[in-house]
């Protein structure tokens, strides 16, 4: 765990610019993943955002009318942004939601399985990976959580991270460390002030 913590401490900031704009460990297509999260297309859409870095993010429902997601995804959409951490990669967007599942959230915890959810900015397809939480660490003023054992693709940023027993959402997927095999996310934890303003409940166990 240590040596996953150094990675993220000299890794997160140049990965928070560019987003999951690499591929680290394995995910697989799951159509699952279309009620759990939605594709949003930040320049081109695939095929042709392949020359643009796989501009292409995602979302999940938070309401009938907001949606979560990483900030580096919702600066450049068209959709209006209600709110925005000052620090972290943490945004809330105005959406329509209506019929969509919405994300009952909740604080991470260390040592749980969960499934990730998101879409390939390669091919478009609906993604999920499963892992467990390895730890956190502060860095920055944020709260990145650490999933080890799962994969993520270009695309699958500001996608849910979802606690595999209570089916809860702990975080949004921002990024993650090359050659590790894990995928870093923002723990609700760490945006109960974004949240608190948007009065989108959350449980703190």
């Keep these: 765990m240590k040596r996953l913590h150094l990675a993220l401490a000299v890794t997160a900031a140049p990965l928070l610019l560019l987003g999951c704009v690499v591929m680290s460990g394995t995910s697989k297509t799951d159509f699952a993943a279309t009620k759990q999260a939605d594709m949003v297309f930040i320049g081109l859409p695939a095929p042709l955002n392949w020359f643009v870095a796989g501009?292409?993010?995602?979302?999940?429902?938070?309401?009938?009318?907001l949606s979560l997601t990483a900030a580096h995804v919702a600066v450049p959409l068209l959709k209006p942004i209600k709110a925005q951490h000052p620090i972290c990669d943490v945004a809330v967007i105005a959406d329509n939601n209506l019929?969509?599942?919405v994300h009952q959230l909740a604080y991470a915890r260390a040592g749980?399985?969960?499934?990730?959810?998101?879409?390939?900015?390669?091919?478009s397809l609906p993604k999920s990976s499963r892992g467990k939480i390895d730890g956190f660490v502060k860095r920055n003023g944020c709260y990145?959580?650490?999933?080890?054992?799962?994969?993520?693709?270009?695309?699958?940023?500001?996608?849910?991270?979802?606690?595999?027993l209570t089916g809860e959402t702990v975080g949004i997927i921002t990024n993650v460390i090359p050659g590790e095999g894990a995928v870093v996310f923002i723990a609700v934890q760490d945006f109960t002030n974004v949240l608190d303003r948007m009065r989108i409940p959350y449980k703190t166990y």
């Design 55 to 65: 501009m292409q993010g995602t979302t999940f429902p938070v309401s009938s009318t």
């Design 99 to 101: 019929g969509k599942i």
């Design 112 to 123: 749980r399985n969960v499934t990730l959810f998101g879409y390939s900015a390669i091919n």
């Design 144 to 164: 990145y959580g650490i999933v080890t054992g799962a994969g993520a693709v270009s695309g699958m940023s500001g996608g849910p991270v979802i606690d595999s």
